[in-house]
Nanobody, 117 residues
Framework: QVPLVESGGGSVQAGGSLKLSCTASDYILTTCRMGWYRQGPGKEREKVALLTIYLDEIYHDSVKGRFAIFKNHTDNTLYLQMNSLKIEDTAVYYC???????????WGQGTQVTVSS
């Protein structure tokens, strides 16, 4: 069973929006720091947004005011709402569960986001 399952990537024009989803168990969503990372072409993987177990939100400077991370325990899903997308947001986006209680860190399989002009 894959612990983190992502969906929602795709292609969009600059200025558009996409919403990424990451389905996980309620235990993971409750006891782990959840996050979204991305790796663009020829770039290092970078932290995009984090959601702590205390519901503090932490964002990379480049996405502040445009992206929002949140979770919904009703459907056991972590989301990343991405608005005002820019070409430089093009990357493979990964869901991550970190600093979990009694679990190792986990990563999703990645979902491609492509922003064009």
């Amino acid at each position: 069973q894959v612990p983190l399952v992502e969906s929602g990537g795709g292609s969009v024009q600059a200025g558009g929006s996409l919403k990424l989803s990451c389905t996980a168990s309620d235990y993971i969503l409750t006891t782990c720091r959840m996050g979204w990372y991305r790796q663009g072409p020829g770039k290092e993987r970078e932290k995009v947004a984090l959601l702590t177990i205390y519901l503090d939100e932490i964002y990379h400077d480049s996405v502040k005011g445009r992206f929002a991370i949140f979770k919904n325990h009703t459907d056991n899903t972590l989301y990343l709402q991405m608005n005002s997308l820019k070409i430089e947001d093009t990357a493979v986006y990964y869901c991550a569960a970190e600093r979990c209680e009694r679990l190792d860190d986990m990563w999703g399989q990645g979902t491609q986001v492509t922003v064009s002009s």
